[in-house]
């Protein structure tokens, strides 16, 4: 089945077969070793930026490749075919989540100082929104930035963070007003240095990745740092919300054709009462059903992509396309894993770790019932 449907042309496709063929050969190779070391090397940050992959959306006056969302589209389905979920997790939210605000709400000098390193792989960002007391109700945190001469004097926990250990910056939400609600919050740059100190977390999957507790203590933010306006820190959050639900969606959709064509040629090879696995019809029917869900999960996503590239603002598509693919990339991973066997249970394979780094999809970046609060909102229920 060809999925040079719209919105790709063959140049993205060139594109796809680039970066594919980058990723077989330098990383996945070494994703099971990560995955057991349960950390990623840094040096993935400059080898991609070698390849151009850490700035492909953004002008090439910043050292970006001058393309567009339909370029990074390419990337983060093709970052699944590394078998590490926390491995594209962790470039991920350097690409998607931690560099898009200061690209789209820095300065001139927080982009060069920020932003132009990034893309070059010199310098490794994280998103630091959540907290103890606050994940879906964002409006609820309390990381307090306090005035002073020069500057703000942050105290406050963030949990959750994605490349919280490894990374040199982070770009940190916090209250800047006594106001309860959304307003008030405001986004500052904090680089790692006195007062910041992290705590990596073990979870179920996305080994790889880095995970981490950041506490700031009387930590000082020079007043150059402050990211946006002041006390508008909820429009930016909210501008990064779709693209970032959106590159989920394309690495689920990725990660499900990948998963989808490996069950397959297994169950085509595997014999059990004389017959290979798929001639099976309740394991053939299994199949049928997971390559429905995978082509599904591509069909709503490119349609949200194809809006959000087009100029509208796609709220609720791109939420559906969050919220079917992350669900259905779980059950079709779990349901890969069965036809797999006791093999698929064991440690090195790759369905069970496909099945537990899938499990994160409904609960990260918005949980499956924050996507259907918001589809409630929009469809007037
Ligand atoms: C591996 C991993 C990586 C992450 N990376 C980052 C990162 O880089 N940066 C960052 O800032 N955050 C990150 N997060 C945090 C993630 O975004 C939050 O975990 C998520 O938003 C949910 O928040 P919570 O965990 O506090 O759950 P809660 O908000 O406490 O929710 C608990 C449960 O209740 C449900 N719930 C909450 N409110 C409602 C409601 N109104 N109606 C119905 N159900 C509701 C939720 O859906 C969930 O099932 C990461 C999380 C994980 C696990």
């Given at each position: 089945m060809s999925f040079l449907t719209p919105p790709f042309s063959d140049e993205h496709e060139q594109l796809r077969q680039s970066i594919r063929g980058f990723i077989e050969r330098e990383l996945t190779p070494h994703a099971q070793q990560w995955e057991k070391e349960r950390w990623f090397p840094d040096v993935l940050f400059p080898k991609m930026a070698a390849q151009g992959l850490l700035g492909l959306k953004y002008p090439t006056e910043l050292g970006g490749q001058g393309g567009d969302y339909l370029h990074e589209s390419v990337l983060c389905e093709e970052l699944a075919r590394i078998g590490s979920g926390g491995t594209a997790a962790g470039l991920g939210a350097?690409?998607?989540?931690?560099?898009?605000?200061?690209?789209?709400?820095?300065?001139?000098?927080?982009?060069?100082?920020?932003?132009?390193?990034?893309?070059?792989?010199e310098l490794i960002g994280a998103l630091g929104i959540t907290e103890p007391g606050a994940g879906s109700d964002v409006a609820a945190i309390t990381t307090r930035a306090e005035r002073v001469d020069g500057g703000w004097l942050v105290n406050g926990e963030k949990t959750y963070i994605t490349n919280g250990v490894r990374a040199q910056f982070i770009v940190t939400a916090v209250k800047t007003t006594a106001d309860g609600g959304h307003h008030g919050i405001s986004f500052l740059i904090v680089d790692r240095g006195q007062g910041?100190?992290?705590?990596?977390?073990?979870?179920?999957g996305w080994h790889a990745s880095d995970t981490a507790t950041i506490a700031y203590d009387d930590v000082f933010v020079p007043e150059e740092n402050l990211l946006g306006e002041l006390n508008e820190g909820f429009k930016l959050i909210m501008a990064n919300f779709q693209w970032e639900r959106l590159a989920m969606a394309l690495g689920t959709v990725g990660a499900m054709q990948l998963a989808y064509e490996r069950t397959a040629e297994y169950a085509r090879e595997r014999t059990t009462f004389g017959k290979p696995l798929s001639k099976h019809q309740a394991i053939r029917h299994k199949l049928a059903d997971l390559a429905t869900s995978a082509y599904t999960a591509r069909c709503v996503t490119y349609d949200a992509l194809r809006r959000f590239v087009g100029g509208e603002e796609p709220l609720e598509q791109v939420t559906m396309a969050k919220l079917l693919t992350q669900r259905a990339s779980f059950e079709l991973m779990d349901e890969c894993l069965q036809i797999h066997g006791g093999m698929g249970y064991m440690g090195e394979h790759w369905a069970q770790r496909a099945t537990r780094d899938a499990r994160l999809g409904p609960i990260g970046g918005g949980s499956d019932?924050?996507?259907?609060?918001?589809?409630?909102?929009l469809l007037g229920l």
């Open positions: 350097h690409i998607n989540i931690a560099t898009p605000p200061i690209w789209k709400f820095g300065t001139d000098e927080q982009k060069q100082r920020y932003l132009v390193p990034s893309i070059a792989g910041v100190t992290s705590s990596k977390l073990d979870k179920l019932e924050i996507m259907r609060e918001i589809l409630g909102r």
